[in-house]
């Protein structure tokens, strides 16, 4: 998995949603019409365990700019997708380890722009 096209430390899990963008109304008879204006992905990563080293590095990739190109294994496609996504949320817990510092339970959100 890459973001910017730098290699990351693999994520414990990897959550694909996807979901649609719709426009929609009610006929006058109140038949609901829809139109699919486009399908998005958002890519939930999750680490259980990260050093302290390569979570700076995500972390300094996502801040380096708004958008960002992300490969991942896309479920669909059966094999590896890009998307340009931006950050939504980011979570963690410290965590020490006898002198070297571990974060647990990372989660980070990227959503397809």
Avoid: C
Wanted: net charge neutral; glycine share 6%; hydrophobic share 40%.
């Amino acid at each position: 998995m890459t973001i910017n096209g730098i290699t990351i430390k693999t994520p414990t899990d990897l959550k694909v949603g996807v979901f649609r963008i719709t426009k929609s109304e009610r006929t006058a008879s109140g038949k609901m019409m829809m139109e699919i204006i486009a399908v998005k992905r958002r890519l939930d990563l999750r680490w259980e365990i990260i050093s302290d080293t390569d979570l700076q590095t995500i972390l300094n990739v996502l801040e380096s700019k708004v958008f960002h190109t992300v490969v991942y294994p896309d479920p669909q496609k059966g094999e590896n997708a890009t998307i340009t996504a931006y950050v939504g949320d980011i979570n963690m817990e410290a965590w020490q380890k006898i002198g070297n510092r571990y974060w647990r339970e990372v989660s980070i959100a990227l959503i397809e722009q």
